[in-house]
């Protein structure tokens, strides 16, 4: 019987890469949405992935989300906390509702997806948990000190969390990619793409989404069961940690 596998924001961006190759690798897979009706129903139309929308800010709604996604497709296996926002300022424009938006959904909804399919994997002897963070979460980025923060948090969340189900056949995992060719991404000014971001990433490009995907893939899977902790560093070669 197939797996099951919830992406959060997984109808856009990296995340919609990864719920099409956890799709294509077997799984029955529910791509989560906060609030964009219109991608999503056009993602559900090009790939026959059902779609669940609610903020992964709100802990009530992720319990009740997982509920639904468990009663139509089954036992939730695989976690992807892909769902993520930014607020970008300089740490003395910030505003405490900025502060607050990005760690309530970035880091917050780690918890709030991650503890109601906890108790399941336990049970089972089994799961999968894998975090996307990023780059600036390992190294920090001006103007994205709430990101940062909360992108590092999901590091130290993993860490933790991993040696709690290490025991239980669970892994906990992150990945953490650098600049990924996603429409945020190609949005920014093509001058300083080419000339700021570009030159700083050894391999001369841009990820693409289906690297990302690629990696959660692997981590997902039963031959992966000796990797629980890990941080996996998707980024061309421009950070190490």
């Not at 933790?160 to 892994?171: D, K, M, N, S, V």
């Not at 902790?229 to 421009?238: H, L, W």
Request: hydrophobic content about 40%.
């Amino acid at each position: 019987m197939a797996r099951t596998a919830i992406v959060t924001g997984g109808s856009r961006g990296i995340g919609a890469a990864i719920s099409i190759a956890l799709k294509a690798a077997g799984y029955n897979v529910a791509a989560n949405y906060a609030g964009n009706d219109e991608a999503a129903k056009k993602f559900t139309a090009e790939t026959g992935i059902k779609t669940y929308k609610w903020s992964v800010a709100d802990y009530d709604a992720c319990v009740a989300g997982v509920k639904q996604v468990e009663a139509e497709l089954g036992p939730v296996d695989i976690l992807v906390n892909n769902a993520g926002i930014t607020r970008d300022a300089m740490f003395h424009k910030m505003t405490p509702q900025q502060w607050k938006e990005v760690i309530d959904t970035n880091l917050s909804g780690v918890f709030n997806m991650s503890h109601p399919v906890w108790g399941g994997m336990r049970d089972r002897k089994f799961g999968r948990i894998i975090t996307i963070s990023s780059i600036n979460g390992q190294k920090g980025q001006a103007g994205q000190v709430n990101y940062s923060s909360a992108k590092a948090g999901d590091i130290g969340f993993t860490k933790a969390l991993a040696q709690e189900g290490a025991r239980a056949g669970i892994t906990v995992n992150v990945i953490a990619p650098g600049y990924i060719a996603t429409e945020m991404v190609k949005a920014i000014d093509e001058k300083v793409l080419n000339e700021r971001i570009i030159p700083q990433i050894p391999v001369g490009r841009l990820g693409e989404p289906e690297e990302i995907a690629r990696c959660v893939v692997f981590l997902a899977s039963d031959e992966a069961g000796f990797i629980t902790g890990s941080t996996i560093s998707a980024n061309g070669g421009q950070y190490f940690a």
